[in-house]
């Protein structure tokens, strides 16, 4: 039944982001990068941050779902080591075509290098990753033009 342990997986998760973060964490969610609901990003970093590196985590869900929310249960053990978790989400397949995803991702690290600065970050120290469809988009989106 992999349908079924997905929807475990789903649950525990959104379980887990529902969890209070500590007052150590500064959150800046639902951050635009574009008009699509789903256009949106998290951004998790330590009180009083300047000038600290940038994870960008994407969430996985095999392009059909998930959401950045997936990625939260991991932003006070992230922000604990003294870098920043920025989790964006992305148009899913079912809703916009591919590449959405991707040129969504693109638009997301934009944003993070227009914008991470005004939050503490320090946007030419990122490194990206993801699980699963959200490890493609990053790899995608390191290796793409632009």
Do not use: K
């Not at 964490?25 to 330590?46: M, W």
């Not at 779902?65 to 992305?90: K, W």
């Not at 005004?118 to 790899?139: D, F, I, K």
Request: hydrophobic content about 45%; aromatic content about 8%.
């Amino acid at each position: 039944m992999p349908f079924a342990a997905a929807d475990d997986y789903e649950r525990r998760v959104l379980g887990w982001a529902g969890e209070p973060l500590p007052d150590d964490v500064v959150v800046h969610e639902a951050q635009p990068f574009g008009a699509h609901a789903a256009q949106r990003l998290d951004v998790y970093l330590p009180r009083g941050a300047r000038d600290v590196p940038v994870l960008v985590f994407c969430h996985g869900g095999g392009w059909t779902n998930g959401y950045r929310e997936y990625v939260r249960f991991m932003a006070a053990h992230v922000v604990r080591l003294g870098v920043a978790l920025v989790a964006p989400s992305y148009r899913l397949a079912h809703e916009a075509r591919l590449p959405a995803a991707l040129d969504d991702c693109a638009a997301a690290l934009e944003l993070i290098e227009r914008q991470g600065m005004a939050w503490g970050l320090a946007p030419g120290r990122m490194l990206l990753s993801g699980h699963s469809a959200g490890g493609h988009l990053t790899a995608m989106a390191m290796t793409g033009p632009g």
